[in-house]
């Protein structure tokens, strides 16, 4: 097989095939052993049929479909291989000459990984924000503590406040007509937690167990269901049960309730230490983040549309499957939001393209600098993994490199070492 290529464009390149006839032989000798599997000869016995006969009756071309579709996956696969170039969309084929006793010859026009100018990527600028925890930030953590663990207990005199949960009987009424979706009963709803339309919560408080009235609100104009998109709505509440948290006291009883610690003031230092980590993590990932956008910001690039495309493709699968994960399935979340797969997918693109530069950014670096994961570090990680996922390192290679992930996982590691790079070779700036 023989194959070069020339670019005529930024991004495309046409790849110049030829495949010896021996090699189209064989493919047709493959296209005939599937073929006469099926043909229908009166004398003959299906898969039985001599080939000069088969060929007599329906003509050599009847094979060429099949054999083109046997031969040329596997020599685009290698000519592409041969030519080192970096396919991000499927090609566009020309057969040039193709047919029994003759050479295959056919270009394919296909769209490659753009090239990267690199501009600066060392010496960057970036924030470093302050570590620190504040007595603010333990309070605020002991407060949310203190809802969760908060006991709710059935008022049985006074009106709803802000951060009740109120259990309510309900029905929405458009125009004085009933809709679909607007009726409730029993329905616990927490006071001031905007889970419901504007508005509605607010008219909720003040009102005492058993009391009914009318709540007029509007649904927004931006709102899931095209039936009721700005429509002046009426609800029919009855407040059926009204529960208050009963917040526990902070002290050392709370502290031995909720916490492996004795004392309020050794749970309060846990606390401010576990913060700490957490806001060094964060810090940390907002500061990479940052210098690989300076980065990407810096270079230039065009950006392939199937680049992009099979992106998004791969967020809205991940995003799928995190739905699914929740319990929610994907068909059930568009009708619920009232939109589609088309609308989902467009709002994704932005985020898409920026993804598709930073990683070639990434890459690109990584290639200038000669940066790579070692087979040592491949090991070293295969090591943590196999004690997060209870199998040996060994078994978890054998499974990567035979679902075609082992060299994600090398990339992934490449990535991490050259976004660890661009942070030993930024200047930090502290923040004022």
Same mark, same amino acid.
């Given at each position: ?50 080939? #000069?006969?088969?060929? @007599? ?22 000519? !592409?291989? &041969? ?10 084929? &020309? ?10 010859? +056919? ?42 663990? %908060?006991?709710?207990?059935?008022? /049985?005199?006074?009106? @709803?406040? $802000?951060?009740? *949960? ?29 889970? +419901? ?41 009855? !407040?059926?049960? *009204? ?22 003031? /050794? ?29 990407? %910001?810096?270079?230039?690039? &065009? ?13 809205? $699968? ?14 059930? =979340?568009? #009708? ?22 930073? $990683?070639?950014? *990434? ?9 790579? %994961?070692?087979? &040592?570090?491949? $090991? ?7 004690? #997060? =996922? ?8 054998? *499974? ?28 930090? !700036?502290? !923040?004022?």
């Amino acid at each position: 097989m023989k194959a070069t290529w020339e670019k005529i464009e930024k991004n495309k390149v046409v790849l110049n095939v030829e495949v010896d006839a021996e090699q189209v032989a064989t493919a047709l000798d493959k296209a005939f052993k599937k073929v006469v599997a099926k043909a229908n000869i009166p004398g003959f016995r299906k898969g039985k049929v001599p080939r #000069q006969i088969f060929e @007599a009756k329906f003509g050599v071309e009847s094979l060429y479909q099949d054999a083109l579709d046997i031969l040329l996956p596997e020599v685009y696969v290698k000519a !592409v291989e &041969e030519s080192s170039i970096e396919p991000v969309d499927r090609p566009d084929v &020309e057969i040039e000459q193709f047919g029994k006793g003759q050479a295959l010859i +056919f270009k394919a026009t296909v769209i490659v990984k753009p090239e990267v100018q690199l501009g600066e990527y060392k010496g960057l600028e970036v924030e470093q924000k302050d570590n620190a925890v504040t007595e603010d930030e333990i309070a605020e953590e002991l407060k949310r503590l203190q809802q969760r663990h %908060a006991e709710l207990v059935v008022l /049985e005199e006074g009106t @709803a406040e $802000n951060g009740d *949960i109120a259990v309510i009987d309900f029905e929405g009424f458009v125009d004085g007509v009933a809709f679909e979706g607007g009726k409730g009963e029993n329905h616990s709803l927490e006071l001031g937690s905007g889970s +419901f339309i504007p508005g509605f919560e607010e008219q909720v408080v003040g009102m005492a167990k058993g009391e009914e009235k009318d709540v007029n609100v509007t649904f927004p104009e931006e709102y899931h269901s095209e039936e009721l998109k700005g429509k002046a709505a009426v609800f029919k509440v009855t !407040v059926r049960d *009204i529960k208050r948290k009963n917040l526990p006291e902070l002290d050392d009883e709370f502290a031995k309730d909720v916490s492996e610690f004795d004392t309020l003031d /050794e749970f309060k230092q846990d606390i401010s230490k576990r913060l700490q980590e957490r806001k060094e993590k964060s810090n940390e990932q907002e500061r990479e983040s940052a210098l690989v956008e300076k980065a990407a %910001a810096n270079a230039e690039v &065009e950006i392939p549309d199937a680049m992009i495309t099979t992106e998004v493709d791969q967020m809205f $699968n991940d995003f799928g499957n995190r739905l699914k994960m929740q319990g929610m399935e994907l068909d059930m =979340y568009l #009708q619920f939001t009232g939109q589609d797969e088309a609308t989902v997918k467009q709002q994704m693109r932005t985020d898409a393209a920026r993804r598709v530069r930073n $990683n070639l950014v *990434i890459e690109a670096i990584a290639k200038a600098e000669n940066i790579s %994961a070692t087979e &040592e570090e491949i $090991n070293e990680e295969l090591e943590r993994l196999s004690n #997060q =996922y209870q199998r040996s390192a060994d078994e978890l290679r054998a *499974i990567l490199s035979a679902n075609g992930s082992l060299d994600s996982l090398q990339t992934d590691l490449t990535t991490r070492k050259t976004i660890a790079f661009l942070v030993e070779n930024s200047k930090a !700036v502290e !923040v004022a």
